[in-house]
Each structure stands twice: as C-alpha cells, then as structure tokens.
C-alpha cells in the first residue's frame, strides 16, 4: 500500500499513523474537500468520492454543533461488521484539516485510531508550514488543480 | 445477564485496594475504549486500553492458533511494573497496573471476581 501526498509536508506524520494505527485507508484533506495526502487508495475516482462525503458529513455535524450552540464535534465513528471509518478535524498551520480513516476491525479498533490520531494531530502541526495562506481556488484552475492533484497523489 | 455500571465502580474499587496496585480498568476487549477506570495519576487510560485490547485480540489468535482455547488471564512482568488481564465472556477487560513487587495471585483473585461481576 502507498502513502502519498500533494504537500509533503504531511507525508511523514501519516506514514507514522499508517503504521501505528494500522490503517488501512487515509485522506488528510481541507474541510472543503481538497485531498493532500492518501494512504491505501488505488483509485482516483475513490479518492474524490470519498473526499467529497468525508467533507460533507463533518460540514453536517459542524451545521448540527452550531445550531446545538455547541463547538464543532471533535470525531465521528462509524463501525460496521468488519471495517471502522474515523471521521476528525485537526488544527494545523494551514488551517482546519479533516482526516477520513478507514481501518479493519480485525487489525486495529477505535480505541487505537483515536490514540494515535492525537500524535497524527501533533505531528501535523509541529510540521505544517507556519503563516501559510490558503490559496483561492478559481473555478477556472479548478479542474487543472484536481487533475494535478489526483497525478501526484496515484504517482502519475 | 451484565452488572449494573454501578457495580463496575466496586469491582474496582476492590482490585485498587490490593497493595502495589496503581490502577484497574474495564476495557471493551472489541474497540480498545476505556469503559471505567481508577487509575493513579500518571498512568495513560486510554494508552494502556487501546494497545491492551489490541495485544488481546493478537494473543486470542496466538492461543486459537495453538489449539489451548481462549486465555483466562496474562501477567506481563516489566521492570518498573506489570500489567494484569482478565478476558471476560462478554468481551471485556479487566486490566490491573501495579508496581513490580505486587502480590499476583492476589491481584489475579480480584480481577477474576470483578469478571463475575461485570459479565
């Protein structure tokens, strides 16, 4: 399985938590839905079906904490018969970032995800790059951006 | 029939009251997730419940693998303390953290009543 990313700076942190956690499927992404890093995916198509519901569901539970008065959830667990996925936004220098994590029941439990996503959040901060902006995305460059993104993120 | 969360406080409270014991904790053997704890401070609760339960799972392989059933209790000895398991039958954990000269068979007597106890 490869681990991959646009902005390097979050590769290392994530081959960490691949290994610890034992993950068997990651996006780090912006709340937007825009993927900088994935572990375990072999299609494009995935990649973008599953950034696309990661990033509207936390937007959903961000929209039910706001009208709870409630600060955003920190994560959101799903477990099915064989596979878990672990929803969580983390706080980095290049601002909100979500992390889909998709793991097998029979290799790693929540219990594990949870401890070592706290050294994945760590690790992301201590290495994201301080005073970034976020670049706007024109809807012109969009499609450009996306393919350029899947490209570095399959190897292409 | 599963005790009362009530009663899990006491189950503790018994393995915690052993001399040399730091800390017990229920843990749900399936997702690693601390159900009840009394720990001294210091020790990480959801550190030690998470690998607990993962290193569970792989040692109930191990003892399918080696065709000796399920295991009843493990006693890892390390140099500044030990940790102390008791699998129950409704998939949980009764972990025991103690100092290196703990009375195990007495912390083994209390855990295996508070796996009565919790089911």
Same mark, same amino acid.
């Given at each position: 399985?490869?681990?991959? &990313? ?10 960490? +938590? ?19 890093? #994935? ?5 494009? !198509? ?12 936390? &937007? ?6 706001? #009208?709870?008065?409630?600060?955003? +959830? ?11 996925? +672990? ?13 889909? !994590? ?11 995800? #949870? ?5 994945? &959040? ?16 024109? &809807?012109?460059?969009?499609?450009? #951006? ?7 993120? +399959?190897?292409? | ?11 503790? /409270? ?5 001399? $040399?014991?730091?800390? =017990?904790?229920?843990? $749900?053997?399936? /997702?690693?997730?601390?159900? =009840? ?8 609760? @959801? ?9 569970? %799972? ?24 030990? *940790? *102390?398991?008791? @699998?129950? $039958? ?9 100092? @290196? /000269?703990?009375?195990?068979? *007495? ?7 508070? %796996?009565?106890?919790?089911?």
């Amino acid at each position: 399985m490869t681990t991959r &990313a646009v902005e390097t700076w979050t590769l290392e942190p994530l081959v960490k +938590f691949v290994k610890e956690a034992g993950a068997r499927l990651v996006l780090v992404m912006t709340s937007a839905g825009q993927v900088l890093a #994935q572990h375990g995916f072999s299609r494009a !198509v995935d990649v973008m079906s599953a950034a696309a519901l990661g990033a509207a569901i936390m &937007a959903s539970t961000d929209e039910m904490a706001r #009208q709870l008065r409630q600060p955003p +959830f920190a994560a959101l667990n799903h477990q099915g018969e064989r596979h878990g996925i +672990f929803l969580a936004g983390l706080a980095t220098g290049r601002g909100r970032l979500v992390a889909l !994590v998709v793991y097998d029941l029979d290799v790693s439990s929540l219990g594990l995800v #949870q401890l070592f996503f706290e050294q994945l &959040a760590t690790d992301l901060q201590a290495a994201s790059p301080k005073e970034s902006v976020p670049k706007q995305v024109l &809807a012109a460059d969009f499609e450009r #951006q996306l393919s350029d993104s899947l490209n570095t993120l +399959f190897g292409r | 029939m599963t005790a009362p969360a009530a009663a899990y406080g006491k189950a503790l /409270d018994l393995i915690t009251r052993v001399r $040399s014991v730091r800390g =017990a904790m229920l843990v $749900s053997a399936e /997702d690693g997730i601390v159900v =009840a704890e009394q720990l001294m401070e210091g020790i990480k609760g @959801p550190a030690v419940s998470a690998l607990a339960a993962s290193l569970a %799972a792989r040692l109930q392989r191990a003892m399918e693998a080696a065709g000796v059933g399920a295991s009843l209790f493990w006693h890892l000895q390390a140099e500044q303390g030990a *940790l *102390l398991v008791v @699998p129950t $039958s409704g998939g949980t954990l009764v972990v025991a953290v103690a100092e @290196p /000269d703990v009375n195990v068979g *007495l912390v083994r007597l209390e855990l295996l009543r508070a %796996a009565e106890v919790v089911g």
